[in-house]
């Protein structure tokens, strides 16, 4: 997260029991990136820390 001079525990979280994260078998303090389609953006990206 250097890149956006962040700390990861500021991110906006996600649990591990969350289907999307369950299927990408991701762990607890993975940062996933998350990709979504805008209307004003065109493409919005943003960053979850997933928790337990």
């Known amino acids: 997260m ?3 001079n962040i700390e990861k525990e500021k991110l906006s ?11 990408i078998s991701a762990n607890a ?3 996933v990136e998350i990709t979504r389609d805008s ?4 493409e919005f990206v ?7």
Request: charged content about 30%; glycine content about 8%; cysteine-free.
């Open 2 to 4: 250097s890149r956006y």
């Open 13 to 23: 979280k996600i649990m591990t029991v969350d289907p999307a994260i369950k299927e």
């Open 46 to 52: 943003f960053y979850r820390l997933v928790i337990e």
């Open 29 to 31: 303090g993975d940062v």
């Open 39 to 42: 209307e004003t953006a065109g």
